[in-house]
Structure formats: structure tokens, C-alpha cells
Nanobody
Framework: QVQLVESGGGLVQAGGSLTLSCAASGRTISGYAVGWFRQAPGKERQFVAAINWSGSRTGYADSVKGRFTISKDDAKNTVYLQMNSLNPEDTAIYYC?????????????????WGQGTQVTVSS
């Protein structure tokens, strides 16, 4: 099975950018669809973005569309989430998740493997 580790979170001012990484180990990420989710304090975890196993299709939550970009580098066994024009509402713990040889998905229960999360804080 695959293990996932997120990194790249931190504190950024509103309007700034961050790139999150989801590094896979144990198996190659090339066969997995990967999603990013986030959970703000006191709120449920919500879908952010997803990419299918081949990297040919992506999907985004309406709240991040046009600002965030998900990408997959099979050679580095890593999936990225480029986040631009950040605002305080983007503050949350960001998680990546994976599902084997499946289309991309937007619901938590569709994913089998999860990372531990990385904190993103956007100050106003």
C-alpha cells in the first residue's frame, strides 16, 4: 500500500501563494488518483481538488477554481497543490488522499489512503 506525507504548509499573508506537496512512498503514485481535502477549525473536511491516475483530468471545488492547481509528477512520486490568491477562508489543515487505479473522486469515503495533513494559515 502507499504512504502519503504532506508538506509545504505555513503562514502566508492574504493574496500570497503556497505550494503543497504530497509525497508517496511504498508504491508508485502513477497508479493512483489523488485528492486534496481541507478541514478548518470547527468545520467538516471538504473537497478541494483531485486528479485522476493518469493526470489527464482534474477537478476543483468552486471555492478554489481558478486559484488552485493540482498536478502530478510520477517521476518524483509526488502530487502538488499550487495555491494562489490565498484568503483567510483558505485557512485549514490540508490533507492528500489516494485511491488505486480509479477515476478522480470528490468524496472522502472514496479514498483509501490518507496523509497526516499540513497546516495552512492565511492572515488578513
Amino acid at each position: 500500500q502507499v504512504q502519503l506525507v504532506e508538506s509545504g504548509g505555513g503562514l502566508v499573508q492574504a493574496g500570497g501563494s503556497l505550494t503543497l506537496s504530497c509525497a508517496a512512498s511504498g508504491r508508485t503514485i502513477s497508479g493512483y488518483a489523488v485528492g486534496w481535502f481541507r478541514q478548518a477549525p470547527g468545520k467538516e473536511r471538504q473537497f478541494v481538488a483531485a486528479i485522476n491516475w493518469s493526470g489527464s483530468r482534474t477537478g476543483y471545488a468552486d471555492s478554489v477554481k481558478g486559484r488552485f492547481t493540482i498536478s502530478k509528477d510520477d517521476a518524483k512520486n509526488t502530487v502538488y497543490l499550487q495555491m494562489n490568491s490565498l484568503n483567510p477562508e483558505d485557512t485549514a489543515i490540508y490533507y492528500c488522499a489516494a485511491r488505486w487505479e480509479m477515476p478522480m473522486a470528490t468524496r472522502e469515503w472514496e479514498y483509501d489512503y490518507w496523509g497526516q495533513g499540513t497546516q495552512v494559515t492565511v492572515s488578513s
